[in-house]
């Protein structure tokens, strides 16, 4: 199986859902889905890019266990709980840079992401926040310079890391 698609109704991606789909390339949460549940992907060596909606409310641990191929993690929802580690084991032998998750500012994934050493790329998802402050960062928890530094946090084109925004923006 390298491409599986689903209606919008489904709501959650069950446990070992596709463990061992080696195949599996590509996949987009289905637009409904409001859980991805433990080890739902494990073993998913082929898989390189999954996208998440917005309807998405919880990972559930190990979630992308051994996706050892796993490159670009596109999450569009912003408020998300997570089980532990759901990207265990994906960072064996791998730079931080070698996944990339793609999340709005305001998404829970970033703090997440950086926590767990995995490189963030922020992707606007509002015309009227394309600065970031230093400050917004730092409320994350993190340093803005060491974060970038270390590879951990990124910015798009639409994206510019400024001490302040000016009162007229």
Request: hydrophobic letters at 35%.
């Amino acid at each position: 199986i390298n491409a599986i698609y689903f209606p919008d109704s489904i709501t959650t991606i069950g446990r070992y859902a596709f463990e061992d789909c080696v195949s599996l390339t590509k996949f987009n949460v289905p637009a409904g889905t409001k859980k991805i549940d433990v080890e739902a992907f494990r073993n998913c060596t082929g898989l390189t890019d999954i996208t998440i909606p917005t309807s998405v409310e919880r990972i559930e641990g190990e979630a992308f266990r051994n996706c050892t191929a796993l490159t670009s993690c596109y999450v569009f929802a912003n408020k998300i709980g997570f089980g532990n580690d759901i990207f265990k084991d994906h960072k064996e032998g791998r730079r931080p840079e070698d996944l990339v998750v793609y999340a709005a500012m305001t998404s829970s994934m970033v703090k997440y992401a950086i926590e767990n050493r995995v490189c963030v790329k922020l992707i606007a998802d509002d015309a009227n926040q394309s600065r970031i402050t230093k400050a917004g960062v730092s409320y994350l928890g993190f340093n803005p310079q060491s974060a970038i530094y270390k590879g951990y946090l990124e910015f798009n084109a639409q994206y510019e890391l400024v001490d302040n925004i000016p009162e007229d923006v």
